[in-house]
């Protein structure tokens, strides 16, 4: 498929590119609607089992764009947008029941750099960069930013890589819990694939009611989350893929998981 997102399926894995590389894959309105188009698609498709996004060229997302929807003419209503880009997006990528790999290429800024925040596990290429661009143009992280941030890195970080703006290397947002691991460059895509398809093998139900659980356990005490935990262990508990993995065990053999 050509155009500004890339959608490719690799054996169980939906591959999503940002596709505007001259302008470092910033989100335009239209990006952002192929985005959540191309993530409803992901979760109708039973055959895919995980999804990568990533970027094409040197970025990955260089957040909202500037030029096209933004800069010029009249102050747009930021709220509109949002509400029909990001806060859907974000919504569509927390709550779909598979696991979603962010492949961080290049500079991930303002909205790009949050985009990722929200997937399930982030990697970066050594030469990739974050930045809450945001303060630099007068406006605070949305894309979820002030959600996602204070729980990876903890407050105070949150709130200096907010209110600076600063460029954190890729190794300086690994160091503060941002993403999952660092790959060089030259095998990065290599990488990439290769996790998302080594997620795609591991039982689908177990992964969907993991996310749901990790995505309540933010607004949750402990005891609604032990309450939940154990209601999503009663359902794990009577799949095929939880007979097949004691088998497997059993049977000192890999476990083939279905679904
Ligand atoms: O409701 C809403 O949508 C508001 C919500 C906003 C959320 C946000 O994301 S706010 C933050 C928006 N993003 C930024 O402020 C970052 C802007 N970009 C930059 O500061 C720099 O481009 C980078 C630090 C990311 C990278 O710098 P560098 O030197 O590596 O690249 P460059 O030369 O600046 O950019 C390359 C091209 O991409 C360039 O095009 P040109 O001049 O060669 O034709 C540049 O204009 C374009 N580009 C980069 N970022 C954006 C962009 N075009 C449109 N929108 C961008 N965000």
Redesign the pocket.
Known sequence: MTGILLSETRGAVRILTLNRP???N?MSLELARALIAAFDAAAADGAVRAVLLTGAGRGFC??????QD?GGGQAPD?GD??DA?YNPLVRKMRALAKPIVVAVNG?A????MNLALAGDIIIAARSANF?Q??V??G?IP?AGGTYFLPRLVGEARARAMAMLGETLTAAQALEAGLVWKLFDDEVFAVEALTLATNLAAKPPRALAAMKLALNASAGNGLEAQLNLERDLQREMGRTADFAEGVQAFLEKRPAVFKG
């Open positions: 001259e302008r470092l910033a260089a957040g909202a764009d500037l030029v933004i930021l947008i949002i880009t500079v800024a303002g909205a790009g930045t661009a945001f630099r143009i406006l949305d």
